[in-house]
């Protein structure tokens, strides 16, 4: 076999198609639309290469449209589980010591595979699953996915390259392995491109995984999966199980072999996970590396200097795209006084320019939230906001679930900044507003940063350059991901590594090598080349 310092194509971000009325692309993802929602999937467990059907089945429909079936999924029972465990670890003693070019290879050509042939089917399995619009679709599914490959192959790479000094005695190097045992990644509804990177980020390492997608994502983790198979994932590397949560991550946790969970959902059921994991710790045979993206209440604090419309269009776009379901999402602003009608006027018009519907009219901004349960949630606390004396909501208000689970993009005014909204993450297309006085600015930058439990995201808007870096000092903690006159949402792979601290998770940054490194145990080999004879030291005489 021939040797070499292999170099790896220099990743760069996937441009973005834009889908304009009459564009190829447009007509492409259309059609595949039409054929899949015309048509039905049974989606099989998949452990150790083989599709298990298990006859215990739930079924899909778009969240526009939930009388509507797009198919069924199986459900694991424990012992598909403990399956899935065990034929993990034996597909790890080939994918541990296979050269890393060829793991690089099956995970690149995942890339093209999704920037190609696989484009249309798997935004229009988001549009359909998951009820995102086009545009959403096309910068999560496919381009955010792509990227998460391509340079984590890059990253790779330059980890692998980090060698420590030598000298002319001893040669040290670095042995990046995999951990011993297997990952557990569970990912989330709302982004197809984490559902494929928390498994694929830590089996590019070398690790073997067992993967849980989200109930509500399972239609397009399947196109992922078949991408993973046509790329070339072996068997046992990245097996795809759905079914009860708890007795899922009950099962997984149970097992001695272990080693890390790649997560990325609510903060209460990552604390739940934290803690079986320290109640299980003296059965695991090594301390599991623990990675989570978890919630978010993020904010967008404007000064008297910024300028209104940007202002708006930033909590127009950052609170409402994707139905404000994202953990980036803008969900509480602080105005100062004296732009406030500005900002008001301008965001009520773009609010009230807005369309809603299926996202196969590509016309419609807005589509469903992503079930009954997150409508109902919702709906409640809209309810309560039209009977707060401290609440008034300035557009928004209404839903209907009788078709689809549809909530109007909703905005709260409060003269209370902490008004229950302006805390508690609702993960829907609702954002709460404060408007403090112009002389304030300080005050309220601490109010900001002593709101609620999360560290996620949060942008600040201002002309004046002292007002932005007394901004960027007082939030110093919380926002993990902070941006200067723009919308909280929108990170880009490569360019903002995502994630946040205090109840947001634990902050390991997708998108980068930080995320890498937890799926890596080191070996430091020293090799001397001439040992000595004589164990005594000069000091001794």
């Keep these: 076999m021939g040797n070499g310092f292999f170099e790896v194509p220099i990743a760069i971000n996937e441009p973005v198609k834009n889908y304009a009325p009459g564009s190829p692309e447009r007509k492409e ?11 039905t999937v049974e989606v099989p467990l998949f452990i150790n290469g083989e599709e298990v059907k298990t006859g215990d089945t739930a079924t899909m429909s ?3 449209e939930h009388k509507h079936t797009l198919g069924t ?5 424990k012992k598909n589980i403990e399956e899935a465990i065990s034929t993990s670890l034996e ?18 050509r995942a890339a093209e595979l999704i920037a190609g042939p696989y484009r249309a ?13 086009i545009y959403q679709a096309e910068i999560d599914s496919a381009c955010e ?8 192959v890059q990253y790779m790479t330059e980890i692998y390259a980090e060698q420590p000094e030598s000298t002319s005695a001893a040669w040290n190097r670095i042995e990046y392995r995999p951990l011993e045992g297997f990952v557990y990644a569970i990912t989330p509804f709302n982004f197809t491109a984490i559902a494929g990177n928390l498994p694929t980020s830590a089996a590019l390492m070398g690790n073997v995984v067992v993967w849980k997608p989200s109930d509500s994502q399972v239609y397009s983790a399947k196109v992922i999966l078949d991408i993973f198979r046509e790329a070339g994932v072996p068997a046992g590397v990245i097996n795809m199980v759905m079914g009860d949560p708890v007795m899922i991550t009950d099962t997984v946790l149970a097992s001695p072999d272990f080693s890390g969970i790649h997560f990325t959902g609510s903060t209460t059921v990552f604390k739940d996970i934290w803690q079986k994991i320290g109640n299980n710790i003296h059965n695991y045979k090594t301390y599991p590396r623990i990675v989570g993206e978890t919630g978010g209440k993020d904010f967008i604090v404007a ?5 209104p419309k940007q202002v708006a269009t930033a909590i127009a776009r950052g609170a409402f795209e994707f139905q404000g379901q994202k953990c980036s999402a803008a969900s509480r602003c602080y105005i100062s006084e004296s732009i406030w009608d500005a900002v008001e006027n301008d965001l009520v018009a773009d609010i009230n320019s807005f369309k809603m519907g299926s996202p196969e009219n590509m016309e419609n901004f807005i589509t469903a939230v992503i079930h009954e349960g997150s409508f109902d949630k919702l709906a409640s606390y809209i309810d309560q906001a039209k009977k707060d004396k401290k609440a008034k909501i300035i557009v928004g208000g209404n839903y209907d679930k009788s078709k689809g689970y549809f909530i109007e993009p909703t905005v709260i005014v409060t003269e209370d900044p902490n008004y229950k909204t302006m805390s508690t993450e609702l993960f829907g297309p609702v954002v709460t507003i404060y408007v403090f006085k112009d002389k304030n600015w300080n005050e309220t930058l601490k109010l900001v940063d002593e709101t609620g439990i999360y560290a996620l995201t949060g942008a600040v808007f201002s002309e004046d350059r002292y007002a932005l870096d007394e901004a960027v000092k007082a939030l110093e903690n919380a926002a993990g991901n902070f941006y200067i006159n723009d919308k909280p949402t929108g990170a880009v792979v490569g360019q903002q590594p995502f994630g946040g601290a205090r109840a947001s998770g634990t902050n390991d940054k ?18 001397t080349f001439v040992s000595p004879t004589d164990y005594r030291y000069p000091f001794l005489g």
Excluded: C
């Design 29 to 39: 993802v259309l059609d595949m639309y039409k054929k899949m929602y015309d048509s």
């Design 62 to 64: 778009p969240p526009h």
């Design 73 to 77: 999924f199986h459900k694991a029972s």
């Design 91 to 108: 597909a790890r003693k080939n994918w541990a010591i296979m050269p890393w070019e060829q793991r690089a290879g099956i995970f690149l």
């Design 121 to 133: 089917k798997i935004n229009a399995a988001t549009m359909l699953g998951q009820s995102k619009n």
């Design 145 to 152: 996915l792509i990227d998460f490959l391509r340079f984590n």
């Design 303 to 307: 000064h008297k200097t910024a300028n």
């Design 510 to 527: 997708a998108g980068s090598k930080l995320n890498l490194y937890r799926w890596i145990s080191p070996r430091m080999v020293k090799e």
